[in-house]
């Protein structure tokens, strides 16, 4: 069977819109839904980045 890997991109130039907490409860429902493992990586414009 061939994995195949998909990609689902949030963003939003404006701060304080809940882009991260959106990523983060997406990820958790689609682990739960799907069954699956599923990586989440935020970034943003800063030099922070954040892995979930």
Do not use: D, E, H
Request: glycine share 6%; proline share 2%; hydrophobic share 45%.
């Amino acid at each position: 069977m061939l994995n195949v890997t998909k990609v689902i991109a949030l963003s939003n130039q404006k701060g304080g819109v809940g882009k991260s907490t959106n990523n983060v409860m997406f990820a958790i429902t689609v682990a739960k839904l799907f069954n699956k493992k599923f990586s989440t990586l935020i970034w943003t414009y800063r030099p922070t980045v954040l892995s979930c």
